[in-house]
């Protein structure tokens, strides 16, 4: 055999190799027929909303304490049925604060409704032993609600006050009100 003949097949391999893997990339790069990329397949599962690794089951948290569950799962959506004017509010009210709880005097139409569509986040602000919790819920027009949960025991998921110190953000004004 000719010694020159041996030496030249990995050369061969190796520039095949190469090439085909330039083949694969330019193949993999071109995208759709009508010259669009194909939205990765990371980015579809970011657009949608995925459920949190924190979600109830049967009233038990799954890796959370009772006053991170509370504030970032159920005080937004308190916040959302208190600025709400929806038929229905008051009961919707009832599933989400005692009955005594401080702030749900002001009458809903001195309550400004911008955010009322929209669910905001909400963070722990102070947790007292995980029996309870001071909650601010941040809204998409920059507001924040403080939603206090009291005793966690007695009281469950209910807040006991909902308060906000963005007066011109969340309440109308009008001389003699709020």
């Not at 003949?5 to 330039?22: E, H, S």
């Not at 071109?30 to 109830?56: L, N, S």
């Not at 599933?95 to 309550?111: H, K, S, T, W």
Request: charged share 25%; with cysteine; aromatic share 6%.
């Amino acid at each position: 055999m000719d010694r020159n003949g041996n030496k030249a097949w990995p050369i061969i391999a190796a520039v095949t190799v190469i090439l085909a893997a330039l083949g694969i990339a330019i193949g993999h790069d071109a995208g759709d027929a009508d010259g669009k990329d194909k939205t990765p397949i990371a980015a579809e599962r970011e657009a949608v909303q995925q459920p949190p690794p924190y979600v109830m089951t049967e009233g038990e948290a799954i890796g959370v304490s009772r006053s991170e569950e509370a504030c970032r799962l159920i005080a937004p959506f308190a916040v959302q049925a208190y600025i709400g004017d929806k038929a229905g509010r008051n009961a919707v009210l009832d599933d989400y604060f005692i009955e005594d709880a401080a702030g749900l005097e002001v009458p809903v139409d001195q309550l400004r409704h911008d955010d009322a569509d929209t669910l905001g986040v909400g963070f722990v602000q102070v947790a007292i032993n995980d029996d309870a919790a001071s909650c601010v819920v941040k809204t998409r027009s920059g507001a924040t609600w403080e939603v206090h949960y009291t005793d966690f025991d007695a009281h469950g998921y209910k807040a006991s006050r909902i308060v906000s110190h963005d007066e011109g953000l969340v309440y109308i004004l009008r001389p003699g009100t709020v």
